[in-house]
């Protein structure tokens, strides 16, 4: 059974940072990129970062850029997401899903298999 597993959210003060895990596991096809999405309260859910599974290529929402970096180890079929600097804003539920489009991008329309989403709360 295919399954993303999210792990490492928590609450930190602003200008803090925290390392989000995703686990892949169940997958009997090659997805072409691994996403991570965050959905804060009241709004739609939007693309934060996202890494190509081949060869590490990624991508970045400008909103994260700077503050925010993404890597994998396909080894342990991982995906990592250090958030540095973090801001109230970056409050949300964060969520990794995979797609086999083979095009970089952030449009959560071709991503699946969502993971439960782990939460990430920025507040003093």
């Known amino acids: 059974q295919e399954q993303l597993v999210e792990s490492g959210g928590g609450l930190v003060q602003p200008g803090g940072s925290l390392r989000l895990s995703c686990a892949a596991s169940?997958?009997?096809?090659?997805?072409?990129?691994i996403g991570w999405f965050r959905q804060a309260p009241g709004k739609e859910r939007e693309g934060v970062s996202c890494?190509?599974?081949?060869?590490?290529?990624?991508l970045y929402a400008d909103s994260v850029k700077g503050r925010f970096t993404i890597s994998r180890d396909n080894a342990k079929s991982t995906v990592y997401l250090q958030m540095n600097n973090l801001q109230p804003e970056d409050t949300a539920v964060y969520y990794c899903?995979?797609?086999?489009?083979?095009?970089?991008?952030?449009?959560?329309?071709?991503?699946?298999?969502w993971g439960q989403g782990t939460q990430v709360t920025v507040s003093s």
């Open positions: 169940g997958f009997t096809w090659d997805y072409f990129a």
């Open positions: 899903a995979v797609t086999r489009l083979p095009t970089m991008t952030l449009a959560k329309i071709v991503f699946g298999s």
């Open positions: 890494i190509r599974r081949a060869d590490g290529s990624t």
